[in-house]
């Protein structure tokens, strides 16, 4: 599994067909988000097809632990090869990258 630091997300993002994937539920996406695309941890077994089509997914959460048991299984299970773990999720980013990002 590979992780990156929230603050390394810039130079990734700069690459070609690369996002972010938000996997919180809708009101936690609905309360603040960054720039990504989002699908709650519970439909992304509806998404595997779109999700293979890009280079590589930078996958977040609030802490990084929902993110990490869904790489690991979207590795493991489905043979993914191009998942990124934000490791810390958006609170991390808030303390790295945004500290004007508001966290409720």
């Not at 630091?5 to 996997?23: A, M």
């Not at 299970?77 to 303390?95: A, H, P, R």
């Amino acid at each position: 599994m590979l992780r990156i630091c929230p603050s390394q997300c810039g130079d990734i993002l700069k690459k070609r067909n690369t996002v972010i994937l938000d996997i919180r539920e809708k009101f936690e996406y609905d309360a603040y988000h960054i720039k990504s695309i989002h699908i709650p941890m519970a439909n992304v077994s509806e998404h595997l097809e779109e999700l293979k089509k890009y280079n590589q997914v930078i996958v977040a959460c609030q802490s990084g632990r929902r993110a990490e048991a869904l790489v690991n299984y979207l590795e493991t299970d489905y043979g993914f090869t191009n998942l990124i773990l934000m490791e810390g999720g958006l609170l991390s980013w808030q303390e790295k990258v945004d500290e004007s990002f508001s966290i409720e």
